[in-house]
Nanobody, 119 residues
Framework: QVQFVESGGGLVEPGGPLRLSCEVSGFGNDLYAMSWYRQALGKGRELVAGITSRGGTTTYADSVKGRFSVSRDFFENTVHLQMNSLKPEDTAVYFC????????????WGQGTQVTVSS
C-alpha cells in the first residue's frame, strides 16, 4: 500500500534550522516527482516545495525560496526538506506526497510532522 511517513519536526527558535524526512513505500519513488506541503492551523494545505523524479529540478513557494531545500535519497527511499532561517509563519504540519504541482495519492496522506517556530 502507498504510504508516506513524515518525521523530523519539532520546536525551534526563529532563525534556526530543521530537517524533515519523508519515508515513502508502496511505489517506486524514482518514477514520480515528490512534493512537500504544509497546513497551518485554520488554513488549507499549501505547496511548499517539489522535486522531480530524477531529482534534477526543484521548485519552491515564494515564501520559502532561498531558505528551504528539498532533496531525495533513492537508496533510502526518502525525501528531505532542509529548512533554514525559520520564521514563526513557517509553523504548520508538514506533509509529503507524490506529484509536482498537485498531490497524486490524495487518499494516502500521512500524519505529517509538526513544526513549531517560537517567537
Amino acid at each position: 500500500q502507498v504510504q508516506f511517513v513524515e518525521s523530523g519536526g519539532g520546536l525551534v527558535e526563529p532563525g534556526g534550522p530543521l530537517r524533515l524526512s519523508c519515508e515513502v513505500s508502496g511505489f517506486g519513488n524514482d518514477l514520480y516527482a515528490m512534493s512537500w506541503y504544509r497546513q497551518a492551523l485554520g488554513k488549507g494545505r499549501e505547496l511548499v516545495a517539489g522535486i522531480t523524479s530524477r531529482g534534477g529540478t526543484t521548485t519552491y513557494a515564494d515564501s520559502v525560496k532561498g531558505r528551504f531545500s528539498v532533496s531525495r535519497d533513492f537508496f533510502e527511499n526518502t525525501v528531505h526538506l532542509q529548512m533554514n532561517s525559520l520564521k514563526p509563519e513557517d509553523t504548520a504540519v508538514y506533509f509529503c506526497n507524490a506529484g509536482w504541482k498537485s498531490p497524486l495519492f490524495e487518499n494516502y496522506w500521512g500524519q505529517g510532522t509538526q513544526v513549531t517556530v517560537s517567537s
